[in-house]
């Protein structure tokens, strides 16, 4: 797998992913999001020193999009292209991530998201709290 900073190509498929109904399910916002406003934050959010927005690819296919909010802690956002669901990358895609950026870093996961929950447990993060229906991680390397 290799991790790279995200383009403005990368815009339209980000967006399939987001509003993929699980994908819409486990987020804190599950509305559709439109194209417009996506592109529009998209462009921002790829060219704002405080994000990191990252896309793993496999054999030149998209496996999925890890975004870096940097501020008084730095959070983690990690969403995989529907059709990689399954597959163990997820894993893999959050390692390379968490390798590029490094540092402590903290995941808020909702409470039916099993998956996310295994997912960051077996990269290390440890629940430190779980309030209103998210639990917060935290990774401290």
Known sequence: MIIRKATSED??????????????????VQDVVEEASHGAWFSKAIN??????LIGELDEQKIGMVRFDHGDETEISININPSFRGRGLGYQLLCAALAYVGGPIVAEIRDDNIASLRLFERAGFVCDSAVGGLHRYLRSQ
Do not use: C, E, G, Q
């Open 11 to 28: 815009a339209l498929d980000v967006l399939a992913w987001r509003n993929d109904p699980l994908t819409r399910a486990m987020s804190r």
């Open 48 to 53: 704002d020193p405080r994000r990191t927005v």
